[in-house]
């Protein structure tokens, strides 16, 4: 269920690349965690991010998630349609609900970060712990 | 609930009707006083009803709440202790009523008197030193202690940078440290539930200002290594707030100022009695011990050569946190509800409180999991991890038993504790109402096996049905529009 | 007295279930060391005719009742609707917590949501919460909000603004790495335009100001937004006399952008100062930093109209430390009472109300002001409040009075030590015109002498 090329962090943010630009959202876990999404809060189109910094946060009834960026790069573009239907996050986490896109700063960050089975893995050792 | 929907009193409003009428003007009238003032034109589409309208409208929405006075209302971390009758009647005396706050003190000694027996009752159950009752809330009240410590911190030349919080604290805590100027550090819980005091150690440096802590914490577990931790927390300078919201498992028991701590804020709405209004007023006054009482808020209550009077002259205090001296009228309900008790119903209030938790925890424990096992005081949090089994949530166990007629449980907090149901019954709770809440506590963990649909579809016979949050939240709608 | 329902029977029975011979056993957690082991030192038990008796005998001790007054400064004598006690003191109002489980708080959150309502129309703005403590503490939480908005430091606080909100606000900003920059007041009584400009500049997150001001006297709320908004720096309007909103143009009118202040006038007795009720309300596009609890409409399953308290991740016990604000317990029967006494008086009543203060206000000003002895100090309109100059210490005019039985209004030195011998006098629409005669006697008797 989780798209094979993306990576994923242990936050459950999950990025795609494409030469030098990325994309960045949620995961499915994530979005099912926090339950309905009333808000999201995005960073400006410019702002440079370092990896792990808060780029963005989401509100749902009764939490709220910081989402980190799991690179460094610059933000090129930030999905607007989140301010209007922060809805989409919940429907559709890994293509309509995407977050910002970025442009990568060092590819090799990228390394540092999970396949599609292994951050599948990691959820099922989640679920165990619980 | 066989009840017509409530309207909005908007919806009734019309041109011509009036609640209320005033005298006759008894000065002469001047038309044009207001002629080169700016004034409004109207206040529109405010409200035109009668006398009659309105007593109907609020006794009627009134019937739609549930409240202590109906029946058992066991939200852990809030006390939902009986609030007594007589505390409602002392506290509208006229002369408590009519007092204004710039009273010259040569008319207000016996005002003076309340606030002054106050401080010393509450010095002595909790072993601090003094007391201000500024604070008009917990929340305010633990503000003002961290503000205490680090005015404290910066008078021996560094305020520090850190307060450390365990993960099991109420919001309002970290949210406390933060306006105070103060980045937060977790302090993780071991598996007893208790602070890890490894952590605490690991954490605990010439940069860290205080630690704030609530005992019993949050799970109702004692804190019972408090000394040590106090210890950790001195033995590198740094100063020991307590949460005293728990108060009401300790009282005659034992005291924070035996324990370590500096400063403590209480809830006068929870351990004392005061009634919580349907969110406030409540009241949360803050002990000190010595070490911090130079810097507590102005005025102060003194008492000199036979006569009472409020002291401005604290060169070091932290300044005002409210307009006046704080909730008077809470301080007189909670001063009668200690008098009405004296030194050994106080005590007794937290005895029954802890057996009354514990009767409950006893007889729910088969069906409900408990999380930690360590001994509990006056609340327990079970969860809902049996029942999830069946996907019956906290909250669906929660809206059932609106059905049968008790108040939930506490079910958003503490953050350790996934699907919570933190119960509190107090003291004041009979045994039949115990066991009516148990009783309900067991029919649903059969129908979230037999029947989750009607878990997940409660509450069925309340005023409104389960209401739409995420709505709310998507759609805000904060007022009545015409 | 105590409040235990349990009996000897019930006791023995659930310490068998429990399983415990004793219920200090249940206590065990705590270290014998920790234990206090002696009875507590407080007095006690009394029976309910003895509680009684002893607050009554505290009440006697108080003089208060004995005098006719002339003092506001923030907290105000108006008549309180008979229904207001009634409606306020059901146990369904008084004995519940927050509605956090809706469906059984309706009572409650609807009403939070007609107050909410009335706070909007009463200030001409967009969005009001379910209230903050008092007004000093809204003041300081709308410094906060404004700084939270537009991340600049500098805050502009007129020497008009209450002086207890002033010492809250410094506290409550102390901490935060926030300037606090007074500014004066001219001969009118208002707030100095030359030196609020003076004071502008890009660092500046907000200008506050009260209206009617602490002396009584009506702002320019709209010169002052204007500069403020010129500045790109918030507006934020300070009502500490709520009866005013019945009469004056609201604050939503004049460029506010969040409006904060003391809903005591309506409906909450003076208490000694306390509980009262804060109050705040903003434009929209600020909702998202607004502090405070709010009530939200929405529905249930069943399509039924309902409220819930909403937004709450702008809040401490989802947000933490990043929350808009510590506050958890606020005013809400003090809301209550605010929203009944609303309903009550209506559209026509507030005006009335409004009306009847700002008229004998004025009475007694012109009176006053014909006294021997005595000036007005300020040239600025007046609500219901006026500051007057003596040519004797206020202090001994209070002495003299006060044999007479009148309290005639705080003075301003303790506060402005350049307002010697100055007086505030607030006169509401309890003031009988025969008190306000006899007070004007009264006053020129003792520059007589």
Request: charged residues 25%.
């Amino acid at each position: 269920m989780y798209p094979e090329d993306f990576r994923y962090t242990k936050e459950h943010e999950w990025i795609k690349v494409d030469g030098d630009k990325a994309t960045v959202g949620i995961t499915d876990f994530a979005q099912n965690q926090l339950g309905d999404v009333v808000f999201v809060e995005l960073p400006e189109p410019g702002d440079k991010l370092e990896t792990h910094q808060t780029l963005g946060v989401v509100e749902s009834v009764k939490a709220v998630s910081d989402v980190y960026s799991p690179i460094s790069g610059e933000v090129t573009e930030v999905n607007g349609e989140l301010n209007d239907d922060p809805e989409i996050l919940n429907k559709d986490p890994h293509k309509k609900g995407w977050i910002i896109k970025l442009k990568v700063k060092d590819k090799s960050e990228l390394e540092e970060l999970m396949t599609a089975s292994e951050y599948e893995k990691y959820l099922e050792g989640l679920e165990e712990e619980e | 609930m066989n009840m017509n929907q409530e309207h909005l009193i908007f919806e009734i409003s019309d041109k011509g009707k009036r609640g209320f009428t005033f005298p006759k003007m008894d000065v002469p009238e001047n038309k044009n006083l207001t002629d080169d003032i700016p004034i409004r034109e109207d206040i529109k589409d405010f409200p035109q009803v009668s006398e009659v309208e309105v007593v109907r409208h609020f006794t009627r929405l009134s019937q739609t709440n549930y409240c202590i006075d109906k029946g058992i209302y066991p939200l852990g971390s809030c006390t939902m202790k009986y609030n007594p009758k007589i505390n409602e009647k002392v506290a509208q005396i006229q002369s408590f009523l009519s007092s204004h706050p710039y009273l010259n003190p040569r008319t207000c000694q016996g005002n003076l008197e309340i606030l002054h027996a106050s401080e010393e009752m509450l010095t002595e159950i909790t072993g601090m030193n003094a007391f201000t009752f500024q604070p008009a809330a917990g929340a305010q009240g633990e503000l003002v202690g961290m503000m205490l410590i680090r005015a404290c911190l910066e008078e021996r030349g560094d305020p520090r940078k850190f307060v450390l919080i365990p993960d099991s604290a109420h919001g309002t805590n970290p949210s406390s440290a933060h306006i105070c100027g103060y980045k937060v550090k977790e302090i993780k819980s071991n598996e007893s539930g208790t602070v890890d005091l490894d952590d605490l150690r690991k954490n605990m440096n010439k940069d860290v200002a205080a630690i704030m802590i609530t005992n019993p914490n949050t799970l109702g577990i004692f804190e019972s290594q408090i000394r040590e931790a106090s210890e950790m927390v001195h033995s590198q300078g740094g100063l020991v707030y307590m949460d005293g919201a728990n108060m009401n498992a300790l009282m005659g028991v034992c005291r924070p100022g035996d324990m370590g701590v500096d400063v403590i804020h209480l809830n006068l709405h929870k351990t004392f009695s005061t009634p919580h209004g349907g969110g406030g007023p409540g009241a949360g006054p803050v002990g000190v011990q010595k070490v911090l009482e130079s810097f507590l808020p102005v005025p102060r209550v003194v008492y000199k050569d036979g006569y009472f009077d409020m002291d401005v002259n604290y060169p070091k205090s932290i300044g005002r946190v409210h307009g006046f001296y704080g909730h008077f009228l809470v301080v007189v309900k909670a001063l009668a509800y200690i008098l009405s008790l004296g030194p050994d119903g106080i005590k007794e209030a937290s005895e029954v409180a802890v057996l009354n938790s514990n009767y409950i925890r006893k007889s729910l424990e088969k069906e409900y999991h408990l999380q930690y096992k360590a001994p509990t005081l006056h609340e327990c949090v079970f969860s809902d991890k049996v029942q999830k089994k069946h996907n019956v949530s906290n909250i669906d166990i929660a809206k059932r038993l609106i059905d049968l007629h008790v108040h939930p449980p506490t079910i958003s907090f503490p953050l350790i504790v996934h699907g919570a149901l933190m119960t509190e019954p107090t003291e004041t709770e009979s045994k039949a109402d115990l066991d009516l809440f148990v009783k309900a506590m067991k029919q649903i963990d059969k129908e979230a096996r037999e029947n989750p649909e009607i878990l997940k579809s409660a509450p069925h016979d309340s005023y409104v049905r389960r209401l739409d949050e995420t709505k709310a939240a998507r759609e805000p709608r904060l007022r009545w529009k015409p | 007295m105590s409040y235990i329902s349990l009996s000897q029977k019930d006791k023995k029975e659930m310490l068998k279930v429990i399983g415990v011979s004793s219920p200090h056993e249940l206590f065990d957690s705590i270290p014998d060391d920790i234990k206090l082991g002696r009875r507590l030192k407080i007095s006690g038990p009394k029976t309910e005719p003895e509680i009684m008796e002893y607050f009554t005998q505290k009440a006697h001790k108080n003089k208060n009742r004995e005098y006719i007054s002339f003092q506001g400064a923030g907290a105000y004598h108006h008549f309180i609707p008979a229904a207001v006690d009634y409606l306020s003191s059901r146990g369904e109002f008084v004995s519940p917590y927050t509605p956090y489980q809706a469906e059984v708080s309706q009572g409650t959150l609807q009403l939070i949501f007609e107050f909410q309502t009335m706070i909007c129309q009463l200030t001409g703005m967009e969005i009001s919460n379910a209230s903050l403590y008092d007004g000093a503490s809204g003041a300081a939480e709308a410094v906060l909000m404004a700084n939270r908005i537009n991340r600049r430091s500098k805050v502009l606080i007129p020497k008009t603004l209450h002086p207890h909100y002033r010492q809250v606000i410094k506290t409550y900003t102390k901490n935060l790495g926030m300037v606090i920059q007074e500014i004066e007041y001219d001969d009118s009584g208002q707030i100095s335009t030359s030196d609020l400009k003076k004071h502008l500049d890009k660092e500046t997150s907000a200008v506050v100001c009260q209206s009617p001001n602490f002396f009584g006297v009506i702002e320019d709320l709209d010169t002052i937004s204007s500069q403020a908004h010129e500045n790109k720096a918030l507006s934020i309007a300070v009502v500490a006399e709520a009866s005013s909103l019945g009469l004056l143009k609201p604050p939503g009118e004049l460029g506010a952008d969040i409006v904060t202040g003391e809903a005591q006038s309506f409906g909450i007795p003076l208490s000694f100062g306390g509980p009262y009720l804060g109050f705040m309300a903003c434009q929209k596009e600020f909702l998202r930093q607004f502090p405070g609890r709010i009530s939200g409409e929405t529905q249930d399953v069943d399509g039924k109209r309902g409220f819930v308290l909403t937004l709450s991740t702008r809040e401490q016990h989802i947000r933490r430390e990043r929350a808009t604000s510590n506050i958890c317990t606020n005013q809400a029967l003090c809301a209550l009472r605010a929203t009944i006494f609303l309903e009550l008086m209506g559209k026509q009543g507030l005006k009335q109300w409004a009306w009847q203060n700002i008229q004998k206000a004025h009475y007694a000003y012109s009176l006053v002001k014909k006294v021997p002895g005595v000036k007005a100090q300020f040239s600025g309109k007046i609500y219901n409040e006026f500051v007057v100059q003596t040519k004797k210490e206020w202090a001994e005019i209070e002495e003299d009075l006060m044999k007479k039985n009148i309290t005639p209004g705080i003075s301003l030195e303790k506060y402005y030590p350049e307002l010697k011998r100055c007086g505030l006098v607030c006169v509401t629409e309890v003031s009988q015109k025969e008190d306000i005669d006899r007070f004007a006697e009264l006053l020129k008797d003792s520059l007589r002498t």
